[in-house]
């Protein structure tokens, strides 16, 4: 580089991180969009939601442990045991909801639905942590809220068991969050997941005890697709928002809808409705505009003070 810094070497320096942030994304993606598909088809076999999410969790604990076992144990190591549980909690009612409204609804119409989670965390955010509301932030939920409507549609259709499930699952996965931004002020992001898939196993077991019938052999290695393509699918999400800004690899993220859908007309005769279409535009319109805005005003408290 010369001394008076190369545009074109710094261009060359990020655009493989952005590039790889967009594939781990476009992976992520595809990853939770096959494991959806298999938890509608293992659910119609008549396996319980809640079983299905227990195997989830336990294929996603037995991976985090052959992930880090060459490591020791030392990413076991935390001061703040509690607050983990709570999040355990948070996540596994999240991860319980969602499922059970996956086997309720059609798979586009729930992951649309989904779309909404980063705007429960903004809000939780606010009411929780005492972040300011910005103006930014207050059309983003405003925008937000307009989609979801528009994909419920509520005095026209009723509100579905299945959408108010997926709707609790954003808002306890939201606070999740929440929880898991205080415990990284301290602990290391492996401390976080491995303690998060441990005490995620017994309470999602503790709910799939009262509906549990065991899975023949077909249905176990469905099972065993769900927890390798979801853990999966988190691994090269967090891997995407490591490589590249929200920015960059929210648009890919979008793409879960259209995978969604193909899966649910091919696999299970769903054909979406237009107005899921029109929503699920809207709430990503307004996450990412709110990921637009965060990240300029980060840029501008970086920058440093003019003399």
């Known amino acids: 580089m010369s001394r008076h810094g190369s545009p074109k070497i710094a261009q060359k320096s990020e655009k493989p991180d952005s590039s790889k942030g967009v594939s781990y994304m476009m992976a992520s993606a595809m990853s939770i969009s096959g494991a959806n598909g298999m938890v509608v088809h293992v659910a119609s076999t008549g396996v319980h939601a809640f079983e299905i999410a227990f195997f989830r969790q336990l294929i996603g604990a037995l991976m985090m442990t052959a992930l880090t076992v060459r490591e020791g144990l030392r990413h076991f190591y935390t001061r703040r045991i509690k607050l983990h549980i709570l999040r355990s909690i948070l996540n596994a009612f999240a991860l319980l909801a969602y499922f059970y409204g996956l086997s309720l609804e059609p798979l586009s119409k729930v992951v649309a639905l989904s779309l909404t989670a980063p705007l429960f965390a903004t809000l939780g955010a606010v009411l929780l942590l005492g972040e300011v509301m910005t103006r930014h932030r207050w059309i983003a939920l405003g925008i937000g809220v307009i989609g979801a409507l528009i994909i ?78 979801g853990t ?36 299970f005769d769903q054909v979406p409705e237009i107005w899921i279409w029109i929503g699920a535009f809207i709430v990503f319109g307004a996450v990412f505009y709110n990921a637009w805005q965060e990240r300029a005003v980060r840029r501008k408290l970086q920058q440093p003070p003019k003399r």
């Not at 799939?208 to 697709?225: D, E, K, M, N, R």
């Not at 967090?238 to 649910?264: E, M, Q």
């Open 152 to 229: 419920l549609r509520p005095g026209i259709q009723a509100v579905s068991l299945g959408a108010i499930l997926i709707l609790l699952s954003n808002a306890s996965w939201a606070c999740a969050l929440l929880v898991i931004k205080k415990l990284t002020e301290t602990d290391s992001a492996i401390t976080i997941a491995l303690w998060a898939v441990y005490f995620q196993v017994p309470v999602a077991l503790g709910a799939a005890i009262f509906v549990w019938q065991g899975p023949t052999l077909s249905q176990f290695w469905w099972l065993a697709g769900i927890g390798l393509l």
């Open 232 to 267: 999966a699918a988190q691994i090269f999400l967090g891997d995407a928002f490591r490589r590249a800004d929200a920015t960059v690899v929210l648009p890919i993220d979008f793409t879960k809808i259209f995978y969604a859908s193909l899966i649910g007309y091919f696999f």
